[in-house]
Antibody, heavy 119, light 109 residues
Framework: EVQLVESGGGLVQPGGSLRLSCAAS????????MHWVRQAPGKGLVWVSR????????SYADSVKGRFTISRDNAKNTLYLQMNSLRAEDTAVYYC????????????WGQGTLVTVSS | SSELTQDPAVSVALGQTVRITCQGD??????ASWYQQKPGQAPVLVIY???NRPSGIPDRFSGSSSGNTASLTITGAQAEDEADYYC????????????FGGGTKLTVL
């Protein structure tokens, strides 16, 4: 059974940093691209970032470029999102999602982890 | 960057057919995928590619595409289909950016 479990969310002050993790199981993690998608309270889904299967290629939404870094450890079956210079508008539930084919088809999602940026 | 546009809300009578649309330039190059999200839950993939359903998704869900518009059709809507529906695709910039539509709240009357 495919499972994605996010962790690392919490309350952080503006300007602070946080690292999210997504532990994957039930599939060959090293074969799949992965994404982070976020959802502010009461709002819609927003794509944040993606990484290819071996970690050599990454992409970011303009809103997080230069502040967030996506990475992965295929030996640990874990996806990461390092978030720096956090702003109030980064407050959201952050989901990790598997990409089934490299075309942004997210066939499995984690349950999400809440990041709250507030003083 | 690309954008995908969805109607904010749509309603359908129980057992009737409803179409939810998604418009955007990237859809001229890439298929949309569709996700169902119920309150407090993670999104669930319901349609991808030309018209593919993941295992476990009822066959009353179908997808189609024409030009810059993708559609999700629910034939014989059930009460449990009441949810938010989102489309997404890869954008057409060549940089593997992603984009989601703003979502459509489906109410089953």
């Amino acid at each position: 059974e495919v499972q994605l479990v996010e962790s690392g969310g919490g309350l952080v002050q503006p300007g602070g940093s946080l690292r999210l993790s997504c532990a994957a199981s039930g599939f060959t993690f090293s074969s799949y691209w992965m994404h982070w998608v976020r959802q502010a309270p009461g709002k819609g889904l927003v794509w944040v970032s993606r990484i290819n299967s071996d970690g050599s290629s990454t992409s970011y939404a303009d809103s997080v470029k230069g502040r967030f870094t996506i990475s992965r450890d295929n030996a640990k079956n874990t996806l990461y999102l390092q978030m720096n210079s956090l702003r109030a508008e980064d407050t959201a539930v952050y989901y990790c999602a598997r990409d089934r084919d490299g075309y942004h088809v997210n066939d499995y999602w984690g349950q999400g982890t809440l990041v709250t940026v507030s003083s | 960057s690309s954008e995908l546009t969805q109607d904010p809300a749509v309603s359908v009578a129980l057992g009737q057919t409803v179409r939810i649309t998604c418009q955007g330039d990237s859809l001229r190059s890439y298929y949309a995928s569709w996700y169902q999200q119920k309150p407090g839950q993670a999104p669930v993939l319901v349609i991808y590619g030309k018209n593919n359903r993941p295992s476990g998704i009822p066959d009353r869900f179908s997808g189609s595409s024409s030009g810059n518009t993708a559609s999700l059709t629910i034939t014989g809507a059930q009460a449990e289909d009441e949810a938010d529906y989102y489309c997404n695709s890869r954008d057409s910039s060549g940089n593997h950016l992603g984009v989601f539509g703003g979502g459509t709240k489906l109410t089953v009357l």
